[in-house]
């Protein structure tokens, strides 16, 4: 499942539950209601029943847009409506929401220095597009028992080479494939 897709299931399951909290008309428990208009004016504090023949006389629905207020509050407004500009609001949160992605790059002990100006040079790229990288060094053999001060020089070397402004957002840490480091821009 891909960031996107987890992005939008969780924007559908917030969009369904507010549309289960939200109730109209006879499903408001409440006694009292702090009123709005579909003007967006104020009415002040109204009983349920005056709210409810107040919305009837002007062909609306009372919705409870807020019920977890002292007192909830309603706003008179056609329920379709209503809908229709919450999803509004839903689509353009999702349109504005910018995904990271964590992005990996693998060097060895005895990667050249060509090699590593080369992979700095995707990771400047990843950078200035936004997006966490995550440098390992991957150690085979003898290599995974070597003094951890020399690790850490060797994975330094592309640190080194990366162009764009960086900062360390999860520090050295040793793994079974090896040594790891997570960088990601500076603002």
Known sequence: MTLDSKYATLIQVKAFKYQLRERINNQIR????RVIDSENQN??????????ELAQSKDLDLIEISPNANPPVA?????????????????????GAKTTETKSIQIKIGTSEHDLELKAKTVSKWLKEGHRVKIELFLAGRAKYMEEKFLRERLDRVLHFITENYKISDS?????KGLAITIERNK
């Open 43 to 52: 009415l002040g504090v109204l009983s349920i029943k005056d709210a409810l």
């Open 30 to 33: 409440a006694k009292e209601l």
């Open 75 to 95: 706003k008179i407004m056609d329920f379709g409506k209503y809908q229709y500009e919450v999803s509004k609001k839903l689509k353009k949160a999702k349109a």
């Open 172 to 176: 050295y840490k040793r793994g079974p």
